[in-house]
């Protein structure tokens, strides 16, 4: 599902290879900022961030589930697509 544990920044990195850590970071604290995500500081060396999703970032998640049901849906479609128009 969705929701899970909290999750480290370098987790995160490790699970999506294709985003660089500074854009990620920059994603994470965006959607603190917007409530979605909760944040959590641990005053360690090297200090350690972790983030899990709001009770209010929770109220998103069946939106963001039908938008990734849709893509399965029509994942062949869309690589169809990708493939006749490269740009």
Request: glycine share 6%.
């Amino acid at each position: 599902g969705l929701v899970g544990s909290e999750m480290c920044i370098r987790d995160s990195y490790r699970t999506i290879p294709s985003i660089s850590e500074k854009v990620l970071s920059a994603v994470l604290r965006q959607l603190y900022a917007d409530g979605i995500l909760d944040r959590r500081l641990y005053p360690e060396v090297p200090p350690r961030v972790e983030y899990s999703v709001s009770e209010f970032g929770k109220t998103l998640l069946p939106h963001v589930q039908e938008l990734i049901d849709w893509g399965r849906e029509n994942f062949d479609t869309i690589m169809a697509n990708r493939k006749s128009r490269k740009l």
